[in-house]
C-alpha cells in the first residue's frame, strides 16, 4: 500500500497541469489577500478578524483542489496510464485508496499553506502600518474549516473524475454546479416552497462554503450540521465513483 | 505458465471472445494471431484483469492475476505503447509504475539501459517517436523481471534494427525459461520468432499449438515442376488424381505428392528439370484458417477506388 500511495504522489508530482493548479490554489490567494493588505489598510485603521477575510478565499483554493482531484483520476484515462496503473496494482480498492489518501494529503498541505502565505505577510505588512486587527472566538475553527473544505472539495473533485472519465466533464460539473446551477436549483426551490431557507439544503454554497462563515444565521444549519451534510454529500460521491471504478473495464 | 480456460467476454449482444482456451508453455514463445476485432486485445485485457470477463478463468502458474502480490515481478505487460503520459519523462515514467511494486530505482535505470534509452530517459514521452514509445512499453515490461511476459504487437513502429532486437529480446526472454505470449500482425517476423501459435477468429479459438502443426493443417503445399516434357508428365499426373497449374516455367501439381510425381516420371523416363515439394507461407496459411471468421474487409476493385466521374 505504502508503495501505491508513493507512486500516486509521484504521478501527481511529475505532471505539469497539477503543479501549475496546485500551485494556483496556494499562491492566487496568498497574492490577493497581500495586495489587499497592502491597497486597502491605512495606518491606524481597525480592520476585521484577519482570519475571517483569509476564509472568503477557501472556496477558490477548494475548487481549485477540487480540480487537482479531477486531473488525479482524468488524467489517467486520457493519457491510457489507467491500464498500467491497474495492471501494476490489480486490486481497484487499493488503488482508489491510495488516490483519496493522495489528494488529502496535497489538499490539506495546500490550504494550511495557502493560509500561512496569506496570514503570514498580511500579519507583517500590518503591524508596520499599526493596523489593529481585531480576532474573534471563530478563528480558530475557520482556519480548520479552509482545510476541510479544500480537503472534501479535492475528494469531491477526484470522485468526479471517476464517474466522467473526461477532465471537461469533471471540472464542468465541478465548478458550475456550486457557482451556478446550485444557486438557480435552490433559489427555484425557494420560490416553490416559499422558503427563504431552501438553501440550507444546497450541499455545497449552503453548507460546504458555509463552513468558513464567521457567523450562522438562525434558519441556517449549525457548523456541525453542515459538516455532517456536506460530508455525507461527499460521501455519496466517492461510493459512486468507488463502484464506478470497480466495475467498469479499463 | 498461463493456462486460459473457456473465457468468453461479451460487449452488448456482441461476444468478443467466446469460450477461448488455450495455454503459453514457458521457455517458448506462444504467436497469438487473428484478424482485426478477432478479440486479441480483449482477451489480453481479461486476462490481466483490465476487462471484467463474463466467464472463464486465466491463471498465471496457477494464481489468478489479482491474486499475484507485486504483479509485476510475475507478469510483464505491454497492451499499448501510447500508454504513458506525454508530459513525464522516460524515467519518470517507469519510476511511478516501479514504485507500486516496490522496484529500486537501479532497476528503473537498467531496464532504460536494455532497451536502449538510457540517452532519452530525461526526455519528454511526447517527444518520442512510435518506435521509442514501443522500446520504453518493453521496457515496463521488463521492470519486474517476469518470468511471463505478454506483449501486443511489440514491433509495430519499430524500424528493421528495432524488429530484430525485439526479436532477439523474446528469444532470450523465452530461453531463459519465461513464458511469452505475442500478437502481431506481422506474418513473417512472427514466423522467424514463434515457437507456438494460438490462431482465434471472431472471439474463437481456430487453432492452438506448434507452428509446424498450424502449418501442416492449414498451409497450402504442392509440388514445382520443371520438365521439357511437361505437358506428358501434365497428363500422367492428372490421371493419377492430381491437378496442374501452369506457370511460366513450368507447372504446379497440386493433390500429388513429389515422390509419387517422381515416381511417374521416372517409369515414364520423362526428363525433369526441378522437381521440388512446396509448402505456402504463414501468411497464406493464416488468410486460410481465418478466412471465414474474417470481420473487416477492405476493398479493391476498381469502383471503390476510382474518383467519380463528373
Known sequence: MIGVLKSELFKLRTTRATKIVVLSAVLLPAIIFTLTCIFAFSNGEVGDSLISMVGNFAPLTGLLLGVVGVLCSTQEYSQGTIRITLVATPSRLKVHIAKLLTILVVSVVSAALMLLLCLLPAQLILSTRNVAFVTISTDLRILFSVVILSALLSVLGLSLGLIFKSSPGAISALLIWPTILEGMVFGLLSLAFKDSNVIRFAPIQGNGFQLVSPFFNPGQNTWLTSLVYFSGFICVFIALGLTLFSRRDA | ?310
Open chain 2, 1 to 310: 505458465m498461463i493456462v486460459v480456460e473457456n473465457l468468453t467476454k461479451s460487449y452488448g449482444s456482441k461476444k468478443a471472445v467466446d469460450d477461448l482456451s488455450f495455454s503459453v508453455i514457458p521457455g517458448r514463445i506462444t504467436g497469438f494471431l487473428g484478424p482485426n476485432g478477432s478479440g486479441k486485445s480483449t482477451t489480453m485485457r481479461c486476462m490481466l484483469g483490465l476487462d471484467k470477463p463474463d466467464a472463464g478463468i486465466t491463471t498465471f502458474d496457477g494464481r489468478k492475476y489479482a491474486d499475484i502480490e507485486s504483479p509485476l515481478a510475475h507478469v510483464g505487460s505491454l497492451l499499448d505503447a501510447g500508454d504513458a503520459h506525454k508530459g513525464r519523462t522516460a524515467r519518470n515514467h517507469l519510476r511511478w509504475i516501479a514504485m507500486t511494486n516496490g522496484i529500486s530505482a537501479s532497476r528503473v535505470d537498467a531496464v532504460l539501459q536494455m532497451v536502449g534509452m538510457e540517452d532519452t530517459a530525461r526526455t519528454k514521452v511526447g517527444k518520442f517517436s512510435l518506435g521509442m514509445r514501443q522500446r520504453l512499453g518493453l521496457a515496463v515490461a521488463l521492470l519486474g523481471d517476469p518470468k511471463v511476459v505478454i506483449l501486443d504487437e511489440p514491433a509495430n513502429g519499430l524500424d528493421p534494427e528495432g524488429i530484430r532486437w525485439t526479436r532477439e529480446v523474446m528469444r532470450h526472454l523465452a530461453d531463459e525459461g519465461r513464458s511469452v505470449l505475442v500478437s502481431s500482425h506481422q506474418l513473417v517476423e512472427l514466423s522467424l520468432v514463434a515457437d507456438d501459435l494460438v490462431v482465434i477468429g471472431q472471439g474463437k479459438l481456430i487453432s492452438s499449438g506448434p507452428i509446424a502443426q498450424f502449418m501442416t493443417q492449414h498451409a497450402k503445399t504442392w509440388v514445382q515442376v520443371v520438365s521439357p516434357q511437361f505437358d506428358a508428365l501434365a497428363a500422367l499426373v492428372t490421371a493419377q488424381g492430381g491437378t496442374v497449374e501452369l506457370t511460366k516455367d513450368g507447372g504446379d501439381f497440386h493433390a500429388i505428392s513429389a515422390i509419387t510425381v517422381g515416381e511417374i516420371a521416372a517409369a515414364n523416363n520423362i526428363v525433369l528439370h526441378e522437381l521440388s515439394p512446396q509448402t505456402g507461407s504463414l501468411e497464406q496459411a493464416f488468410l486460410d484458417a481465418t478466412d471465414a471468421s474474417v470481420e473487416y474487409r477492405g476493398q479493391t476493385t476498381t469502383n471503390v477506388w476510382e474518383a467519380p466521374k463528373p
